[in-house]
């Protein structure tokens, strides 16, 4: 069955450095890839989404990387500030499964002034 | 627009009681979706449905739960008889329906089951 990994550790970084994310998937290919951002108590909220044919997908400071042959999405965050702390989800589509989206266990930032 | 509206929005009760969930979608959006959050497992989908019928309910843990979605714009989830392992967030989402395309999340409902 397909798998979804991303680092359950919290990622601590210094506010103005670039966050990097990571995303890791197994056992199928994704027509697409989404990212969320969770705040506590919040539903998730979408971010961006990146198809299989695009290798990069820029918006604001946010920027995400689709490599199928790694099999991985990265999630950079450039000039990080503590508003950026919340916990970041990735998301694919069930294989076979029309709009059914899985998500990754998510992995929380935690960005310090 | 106010967005994916759920109630209530924490919920307890005790083991053996009925509990009901209820969402109210995004006018003019066709797919919804109920997930459940745990620390342990994460984000889960139960079921989904589109235009208001259900097209995957794989993810239902057991027969105790149940989802209706009588119309566009109204959607419940039950647990008769709740336990305590169903302590969670549970979350409805709704989306325009095709493929590609983003969820839009309500709130959440925090369930303890005592």
């Known amino acids: 069955s397909q798998k979804i990994e991303q680092n359950s550790e919290a990622l601590n970084i210094q506010e103005g450095k670039t966050a990097t994310l990571t995303c890791n998937y197994t056992?199928?290919?994704?027509?697409?890839l989404q990212w969320y951002r969770q705040d506590p108590g919040r539903g998730p909220v979408f971010l961006l989404l990146?198809?299989?044919?695009?290798k990069e997908k820029r918006k604001e400071r946010l920027k995400v990387t689709f490599d199928t042959t790694l099999k991985q999405s990265l999630f950079h965050i450039t000039a990080s500030q503590p508003a950026d702390s919340a916990t970041y989800l990735c998301?694919?589509?069930?294989?076979?499964?029309?709009?059914?989206?899985?998500f990754g266990a998510g992995t929380r930032l935690a960005v310090h002034p | 627009d106010a967005g994916v509206i759920q109630s209530p929005r924490h919920e307890v009760t005790e083991m053996g009681q009925e509990v009901t969930l209820r969402c109210k979608p995004i006018?003019?959006?066709?797919?919804l979706f109920w997930y459940r959050q745990t620390m342990m497992r994460g984000l889960e989908l139960l079921i989904y449905?589109?235009?208001?019928?259900?097209?995957?309910d794989s993810g239902m843990p057991e027969d105790r739960f149940s989802a209706k979605m009588p119309n566009a714009s109204f959607s419940t989830l039950k647990i008769q008889p709740s336990e305590p392992r169903d302590s969670a967030v549970y979350f409805c989402?709704?989306?325009?329906?095709?493929?590609?395309?983003?969820?839009?999340f309500g709130s959440g409902t925090q369930l303890s089951v005592l």
């Open positions: 989402a709704s989306s325009l329906g095709g493929t590609n395309e983003k969820l839009f």
């Open positions: 056992n199928y290919s994704p027509a697409y």
């Open positions: 990146i198809r299989e044919n695009e």
């Open positions: 998301a694919l589509p069930a294989w076979g499964g029309y709009n059914k989206l899985i």
């Open positions: 006018s003019g959006h066709n797919s």
């Open positions: 449905f589109n235009n208001n019928v259900p097209i995957d």
